[in-house]
C-alpha cells in the first residue's frame, strides 16, 4: 500500500484488496494533539477480476428460469452454475457498469464463467462472447 499527496490536499492512493468484492472505504487526514483529523465521506470501492461470457435468450423467451419466473427480451440477470439465485453481480466492460441478480443456470460451455441475458448485454454492449470483468 502507498499514498501520495500535495499541498493542495490532493491525493492518491494504491491498495491491494483481499479479494474481488465491495469495500467501504474513508480517508483520514493526519493529525497530533493540536489538531484533530478531518474524516471523509465513506464511499463504495468495487474489486474486480476477469470473467469469460456468452449470452442468450433468443429462442428460449418464454421459457422458465431455474431462479423462478420467465425469460423475457427484458429480463437482466446473469446464469452463474454455482452462485445462490438472487445474489447480485456487479459487471464491467469497457466503462459500463450493471449490476444484475443470478437469474438462472449455466454456462453449460467450458471456460464461460456467465451467460447473460439478452437485456443485460444490450445494456453493456457486450459482443456474443468475451471477457468483462466481475464482481464475483
Excluded: N
Excluded at 491491494?16 to 471523509?40: N, Q, W
Excluded at 452463474?80 to 454456462?107: E, I
Aim: hydrophobic share 35%; glycine share 12%; with cysteine.
Amino acid at each position: 500500500m502507498g499514498a501520495t499527496s500535495s499541498r493542495s490536499g490532493a491525493f492518491s492512493l494504491r491498495w491491494r484488496p483481499r479479494g474481488v468484492g465491495s469495500y467501504k472505504v474513508r480517508a483520514y487526514s493526519l493529525h497530533d494533539e493540536h489538531l484533530r483529523a478531518s474524516i471523509s465521506a465513506a464511499r463504495r470501492v468495487t474489486a474486480y477480476r476477469t470473467a469469460a461470457a456468452s449470452y442468450y435468450g433468443p429462442g428460449l423467451y418464454g421459457g422458465a428460469l431455474a431462479c423462478g419466473g420467465r425469460l423475457e427480451p427484458g429480463t437482466l440477470g446473469v446464469a452463474h452454475k454455482t452462485l445462490p439465485c438472487g445474489s447480485k453481480v456487479r459487471l464491467r466492460y469497457r466503462g459500463r457498469t450493471v449490476t444484475v441478480p443470478v437469474v438462472d443456470r449455466g454456462p453449460y460451455t467450458a471456460g464461460r464463467d456467465f451467460d447473460l441475458t439478452a437485456a443485460t448485454r444490450a445494456r453493456l454492449r457486450f459482443p456474443t462472447t468475451g471477457v468483462l470483468l466481475s464482481s464475483r
